[in-house]
């Protein structure tokens, strides 16, 4: 009964705020839960305007482009392509194809170097403004190509198609001061060499004052800006005046390393001038492993709508709006994020220290205040250690709880991908249960060493996360940053002498003040990490709602502890139970289309022909390709000794697949440095060419005169794209006199169809058009 007896006799005004304090978090959590993906205003409407975007006319594009896989230089590539131009044609514009060849490195922790070369196909359109030639330019650019083994609906089609509805929107209204530059990249799907080809020598890359980036990472929810760091106000400007502006530096910050961040900034970064930068991105649903599950029957119509209004928005504005002078840096960058009611706020990272530097004095002012008021410092030093301790703790209960019910990840997983709602009830459950666990561990806390104690132990805490997200992740610093100072100023306020003759309900106003910020900053970003990384990591979205719990201590401790835990229990409870009795409404991924990972691997040394599967589990089709193979085999001879057990039986030769054409030129040893040059044509005209050394450490390599690499490393593998049948010239400088050889294989989407067994009609799961590889291999041995 103490408990609920100190809730009754808690002051009205006081009590109305700590309530406030609890509720508010709660009712936001469940709108977060329960609202559409988009604005209902959003959703595309049965016989909407012609003269609007028009999500049907862009859903048909992505049908049409996510026929097939389309890897860089493959027929489904170039069926995409000539697509593309002729509907750009039929607007009455004049496309080009602009061919660059761009490379990127990367380099493991062992020193083996992987270089990725391709020849990209990038498609340039202009739609010329009614001002004065040569004046600064929009840029809008979307790649349009996928990986090999995926569809590429959402991270690709989707933002190439709805780019192409907007410009027949914009083509069809009236004309726009500024040039709009259009750019549908190719090669961009990994390592974004159809962007690099584009902003290392294509003049539009210097021209460009604005540049907009669409590349999605999920099929459903709003389309979300995920990168200002290179954009100015007036840039963001305007994206807050576009419909439903979504977005947070906080999600750019947890985003930054997906592949799909790297095209970004190429653009940002492109030659002595550099166009100010915005990306977007749908965030929400699933696209499965390597794009798995990315497919057009998953898209949904209203994140498309969103994407294409934002595009008209956005490129009506910036084409009629005078563009200031070019920069000849990339501008600093904006922090930046969504409020309800308010819409989308924004300041310059160049504030970010000086909040900072404001957080800590504030921090500093707080414990001379305590120490003055004779609070020992030890009880502040306790109450900082017991917050880590707490939001520890709390995280760990939510870990148990997630893996003590079975089948709870796989049941979020099956959620997302049938799109529906529990998932983000499940989510809101995973919010409560560590605030549960915190508030009960807070109210022992703030019982040894009273609630201002404890909340200026939180605030040290704090603030000490505050600089080390500034340091790595300026973005999202504003999610502790504002609270913070909130929470600062009311524990200043409230422990001042003037605070002690101040009415309950001013008081009260006060503390209420100071949770606001922690509850619509903090708590969304909880919810949107969550989001992204689902319950299968729950340290970041457990490690926010703490410190929002922590910043609005002082409110809560005016309510019981029985009082609000339970609350909080019983709404995870109840937010399970939703999840549960939610039924998926679309298929699991067996009914999703899969690649076909079988091999034809035709080897030159043995002048045999196989086939090839991964140590998968075998189905009744490949079953026949494979019939009289018990398990499995390690294949040194054709992959190394490390490489992985696969399936493996003989197959027909095909005369039709030529091998390899190589031959070595020169192999001289004039001194410590072995100097090899080999001649490699593919006949097959294979869109992608492997070339690995083995066995030997190269100082420098190059083909056809461009330099691959020109230090020593201890492995080097190359993967060409796009180079067709033209004759590829390699010249190695090798360290050491040892013998080497060189793997070379020549790889074609698609498989010799009249040699397989036919796959039944009707069988589950069907298979991508366009998959499963076939490879003309050879070896080079040097002694």
Partial sequence: MRHHSALLRAPAPRLLAAACALVLPLLLLAWLALRPGVDAAQRPAAGAAQDGFVAARALAHVRALARAPRP???????????????????????PEVELETAQTASVDLMGNVHVTLATAHNILVRKPGSGPRGRPAVLASAHYDSNGDSLGAADGAMSAASLLEALRVLQAGPPLDNDLLFVFT???????????????????????????R??????????????????????????????????????????????????????????????????????????????????????????????GDTMVALLRRLGNTPLPAL????????????????????????????????????????????????????????????????????????????????????????????????????????????????????????????????MLGALLTVNIALLATSAGAPGASYVLALPLLAAQAAWLALSSQRAAQWSARRRGAVLLAAALPAVFLIVPAAHASLAWVSPQWLVLPSSLVCAALAL????????????????????????????????????????????????????????????????????????RVFPHTMHPYQLPYLFGVTSMPVWFAAA?????????????????????????????????RAPSLMLRLDGVQPLRASVNG?????????????????????????????????????????????????????????????????TGTTVSSDILRFP
């Fill in 652 to 684: 027909p030769r095909i005369d039709a697949i030529a091998y390899p054409d190589l031959m070595i030129e020169k192999d001289e040893r004039p001194g410590p440095v072995r100097h090899v040059e080999i001649r490699l044509r593919s006949k097959n």
């Fill in 706 to 770: 461009r330099v691959l690499t020109d230090r020593l490393y201890r492995g080097w593998k190359l993967d060409l794209s796009g180079m067709g049948d033209q004759e590829l010239r390699f010249a190695f400088d090798l360290q050491g006199d040892a013998g080497f050889n060189v793997f070379i294989q020549e790889r074609i989407p698609g498989l010799p169809q009249d040699v397989l067994p036919p796959r039944p009609s009707g069988m589950l799961p069907a298979l991508m058009p366009g």
């Fill in 552 to 623: 609005a201590g002082m409110a809560l401790a005016q309510l019981g502890r029985r009082f609000v835990a339970r609350t909080l229990l019983l709404g995870c409870a109840g937010c399970l139970a939703t999840t549960w009795a939610a039924q998926p409404r679309t298929p699991q991924l067996l009914d999703l289309p899969q690649p076909n990972h079988l091999v034809y691997f035709k080897d030159t040394p043995s002048w045999q022909s196989y086939w090839l599967y991964p140590a998968l589990p075998l189905d009744a089709w490949t079953r």
């Fill in 72 to 94: 860089v230089a493959s027929a489904a590539n170039e069926q995409a392509r000539a697509y593309l131009l002729e509907q750009l044609r039929a607007l009455g514009l004049g």
């Fill in 214 to 307: 669409f590349d999605n990472l999920g099929n459903s929810g709003p389309l979300e800006l995920v990168d200002a760091s290179h954009a100015d106000g007036f840039t963001i400007d305007a994206w807050v005046a576009a419909p439903a502006a979504r977005g947070s530096s906080f999600m750019a910050e947890l985003t930054r390393d997906r592949p799909q961040r790297a095209a970004a900034a190429l653009l940002a970064g492109s030659g002595s001038v550099s166009p100010a930068l915005l990306q977007f991105a749908t965030l929400r649903g699933m696209l499965g492993p390597n794009g798995l599950a990315d497919v057009p029957q998953r898209l949904a119509p209203a994140s498309l709508q969103h994407e």
């Fill in 327 to 454: 920069g000849s840096a990339p501008a600093r960058g904006q922090v930046f994020f969504t409020l309800p009611g308010l819409g989308g706020l924004h300041y310059t990272q160049a504030w970010v220290w000086p909040l900072d530097a404001l957080a800590c004095m504030l921090s500093a002012l707080a414990c001379w205040r305590a120490v003055r008021q004779r609070v020992d410092g030890t009880d502040i030093v306790q109450a900082a250690f017991g917050f880590v301790f707490m939001t520890a703790l709390a995280t760990f209960v939510a870990y148990v709880c997630r893996d003590s019910i079975p089948g709870l990840e796989a049941r979020y997983d099956a959620s997302v991908l049938a799109a529906d709602a529990g998932a983000d009830w499940q989510l809101v459950a995973f919010l409560l249960l560590p605030a549960a666990a915190f508030v009960i561990l807070q109210r022992h806390l703030q019982a040894r060493l009273g609630a201002r104690t404890t």
């Fill in 186 to 212: 190719d090669a961009d799907d990994a390592h974004a060499l159809g962007t690099r080809g584009f902003a290392e020598s294509h003049p539009w890359a210097r021209r460009a004052r604005v540049a907009l």
